[in-house]
């Protein structure tokens, strides 16, 4: 079903102006891993920019372009494994989308980056999505705002470094099938006014380390009294 879609000319734009984006947003993403959570476009042309050594997709259905078959809130990786995850739409097809948010910010590491796509629910897609009984595009479980996905973000511990805004276009299908992404589908202009479909949240995995604090001068001699006994 969401194949399908996205074999289709607005599906194309949508992927294609997503590729675009995430070619830039992988511009200071560096490392060995990048680990991509759920199938979305065609092959793994989302990956094409990325700039780790190695990129591995991770799907929940049998599909050609992945490397693991595996569900997306138990992943078979280990702990702080890898150095990026990208989550293209991948919380809003799923029954539990924290389940799988807490899952990738598992096997990421200390300082790694995660990029988030989704679609806004305010907007002609978000009405559409919920104008329609299978969701929008098919097979949507929910929509996740930008906003209540920052906040789960902060309270794993992360600092959101980039919200970018896109789909500057109607949700309806182009007369033809696009070979590059359309020119609304980027940035809004004065043929393209109306509020953009989706988002891009990039954000770093912050880990605190616990600084010592040492008794000053008067309360360490104090301790040391309460412990030591001056010998005879």
């Known amino acids: ?6 074999s289709s000319a607005l599906g194309r734009a949508t992927v294609l102006a997503e590729r675009k984006l995430l070619a830039l947003a992988f511009d200071d993403v560096f490392g060995i891993e990048l680990l991509q959570i759920g199938s979305w476009g065609l092959g793994r042309e989302l990956l094409n920019g990325s700039r780790t050594r190695r990129q591995s997709v991770v799907a ?21 494994a890898v150095d990026a995850v990208l989550l293209p739409h991948s919380l809003e097809f799923t029954a539990d989308p924290y389940a799988v948010l807490r899952e990738a910010d598992r096997v990421l590491g200390a300082e790694g980056q995660l990029l988030v796509m989704g679609f806004h629910t305010r907007g002609p897609w978000g009405w559409r999505s919920a104008a329609s009984r299978s969701g929008f595009p098919p097979g949507m479980r929910r929509l996740l705002s930008d906003g209540r996905l920052r906040d789960w973000l902060v309270l794993l511990g992360y600092e959101v470094t980039l919200v970018q805004r896109y789909l500057y276009m109607l949700p309806v299908e182009p007369r033809v099938v696009p070979e590059e992404a359309l020119p609304g589908s980027l940035r809004r202009g004065w043929f393209y006014p109306w509020p953009a479909g989706a988002y891009l949240l990039k954000a770093r995995k912050r880990v605190l380390g616990l600084t010592p604090i040492r008794p000053r001068r008067r309360e360490r001699r104090k301790l040391l009294e309460g412990v030591m006994e001056p010998s005879a």
Do not use: T
């Open 1 to 6: 079903m969401i194949n399908n879609w996205q």
């Open 60 to 80: 929940e259905s049998p599909c050609a372009e992945a490397d693991l078959q595996a569900r997306l809130d138990f992943l078979p990786v280990a702990s702080g």
